[in-house]
């Protein structure tokens, strides 16, 4: 499905230069997917989701 939707948001929008995600698995492989086809766009973690799942996970008594 990301995949799908990477291409149609292309379609409208023109190939994107970088995608920001969780990389999460299946955004992963929708990404890698585009990524054969757009060999010019990054993909580039969110540092900001993984601060907060830092932050989360020590809260609750976790390691980073």
Do not use: W
Not at 11 to 25: C, L, Q
């Amino acid at each position: 499905i990301v995949y799908e939707q990477l291409k149609e948001a292309s379609k409208k929008t023109g190939e994107p230069r970088a995608i920001v995600s969780d990389m999460g698995s299946d955004i992963k492989l929708g990404v890698r997917l585009f990524q054969e086809e757009s060999i010019n766009t990054v993909h580039i973690y969110d540092l900001k989701h993984k601060k907060q799942n830092n932050k989360f996970n020590l809260m609750k008594g976790g390691r980073q």
